[in-house]
């Protein structure tokens, strides 16, 4: 509580394009977690206050504590009230300043392999009305990250101008330790987009735990903002393959770790091969291999 208003105590910090929005909508149905919900303004669900280094345009972010504090308006009743803003995460400022507001908060952090979420992150800012990605070609918007970072190359009116070094973005294991520094790693939980993909309601039910609420409530899983296929092929596959029948059969023969090496090389057959993507991947390894360590999970299948 702030001055005796409700405020949020648990923040699910991103990052983009990992299922965090699967996941703000299955969280926010259990009656003991309240989240800000708006149809039309994406604000409510991503307030974005605690990152204004990130300058964060005001179509996507709220700076006013009163206008903040307002979403949570009625949410008395709650265990938890949650923030689902995906750029905490990148942003250096966030963790200190969330502790300084909400010393026990705990925090939830979703991961995918980098390349992946660089690509979905790219195409989806792309289409992203206050984003204005002007550049349309993947990697060169990934080589255009120097100049981003200096403040060259950004698109005229983007909300997102310290946002779109898609590569800086994807660095996960500073990010991670951040908050492991910052809160501890007992009230952060990391969970890979893999696993939620593969068993949704297990978990699921790894995070009511982790928050201590009810865990005989259990949503629907489905799938929200599900990156679009990205070529023909891959859109007939996926028109195949969401057949119940089809899609039982495929994944009683094939783990979830064969099903995503076939979807990427259905991608990579795409977009043809190009030496610059297994630079990219040489480029990623160090932090892979970081986050590996930080987190206790083989990561090797990321590269």
């Known amino acids: 509580m702030i001055d005796g208003k409700p405020s949020p105590n648990f923040f699910l910090v991103g990052a983009p394009k990992c299922g965090t929005t699967s996941m703000y909508h299955y969280l926010r149905l259990h009656p003991q977690i309240y989240f800000p919900f708006d149809d039309e303004d994406g604000r409510a669900k991503e307030p974005h206050y605690f990152c204004a280094e990130l300058e964060i345009g005001a179509q996507d972010s709220i700076k006013d504590q009163a206008e ?20 905490y995460l990148f942003s250096e400022q966030a963790p200190g300043r969330i502790r300084q507001f909400c010393p ?133 596959i996926r028109r195949i393959y969401r057949s119940p029948g089809v899609k039982r059969a495929v994944q009683a023969v094939a783990p979830y770790r064969t099903r995503r090496r076939i979807l990427t090389g259905i991608r990579a057959l795409a977009r043809g091969k190009s030496p610059r993507d297994e630079a990219l991947r040489q480029r990623c390894r160090p932090d892979v291999e970081r986050l590996s360590g930080l987190i206790g999970r083989d990561l090797s299948h990321w590269l």
């Not at 903040?68 to 750029?87: I, M, N």
Request: glycine letters at 6%.
């Open 68 to 87: 903040y504090l307002a979403l949570y308006r009625g949410s008395e009743h709650a265990t938890w009230r949650g923030d689902a803003s995906v750029l």
């Open 104 to 236: 026990e908060a705990r925090i939830l952090i979703m991961l995918r392999p980098p390349i992946e979420q660089m690509r979905s992150r790219h195409a989806h800012c792309l289409l992203h009305r206050g984003a204005r990605e002007n550049i349309a070609d993947f990697q060169e918007a990934i080589d255009a990250g120097d100049d981003r970072r200096n403040g060259r190359r950004i698109p005229p009116g983007t909300t997102l101008p310290k946002c779109l070094d898609y590569f800086s973005v994807a660095r996960f294991a500073p990010q991670v330790e951040r908050y492991f520094d910052t809160f501890g790693r007992a009230a952060v939980k990391v969970v890979l987009l893999e696993d939620m993909e593969a068993t949704p309601e297990k978990v699921y039910r790894e995070v009511i735990g982790f928050l201590g609420v009810d865990a005989s409530f259990v949503p629907e899983f489905r799938v929200h903002n599900e990156a679009p296929a990205r070529s023909p092929l891959e859109r007939a």
